[in-house]
């Protein structure tokens, strides 16, 4: 049912590389690329534009993305990294949160939770991503702030601030040049 509708992406896989560039994806950087992508699809075909399965009603989107959802999720767990399961929980959860409450900047903010999901995946969060993601939870204004932070600190301690500005470009954000005001 779903093939007549799968196509080619045209975008690079930002996010994807960015979860293969860390330390917890050494020994299995394309299966990271991949099923962070198939979650990011899956995200898309709830709440945004797919880039991959084009042109399905919307039930056979919405079983689509759950799919990607589960098999991303599914994935991940055999590779026995709960704690990138359980951030990437966080980010399916907090996303629905976030398109729930329908706030004026919840584009930006599902965007930002994306990057600093993504970049904690690739290299663990820690009390700051916790604290972004609480901010997001509370309906916090500087929550988009705080996990644009948290990415940014994730991604230098893996050394992949380059891979950081190329996965925000593909969820259209910018990452300041100046990080000191942020969260």
Not at 69 to 96: C, F, K, N, P, W
Not at 124 to 152: M, N, T, V
Request: charged share 25%; no cysteine.
């Amino acid at each position: 049912m779903i093939s007549p509708h799968v196509r080619d992406a045209d975008d690079a896989p930002g996010l994807g590389l960015l979860a293969a560039a860390g330390p917890r994806a050494a020994d299995a950087r394309g299966e990271y690329a991949l099923l962070t992508e198939s979650i990011r699809e899956g995200y898309l075909l709830h709440y945004g534009e797919p880039r991959v399965i084009v042109g399905a009603d919307d039930d056979l989107a919405l079983l689509a993305g759950d799919y990607l959802y589960a098999r991303g999720l599914e994935r991940l767990a055999g590779l026995g990294d709960l704690d990138a399961v359980r951030e990437l929980s966080d980010l399916i959860s907090l996303s629905a949160q976030v398109h729930a409450d329908g706030a004026s900047n919840g584009e930006a903010a599902a965007a930002a939770l994306w990057l600093a999901s993504t970049a904690a995946v690739a290299a663990g969060g820690g009390e700051q991503q916790e604290g972004a993601k609480a901010a997001l939870r509370e309906q916090r204004p500087d929550a988009s702030d705080a996990l644009i932070a948290a990415a940014h600190t994730s991604a230098a301690r893996a050394d992949a601030t380059v891979a950081l500005e190329q996965a925000a470009d593909s969820v259209g954000l910018a990452i300041p040049e100046d990080l000191s005001d942020l969260g």
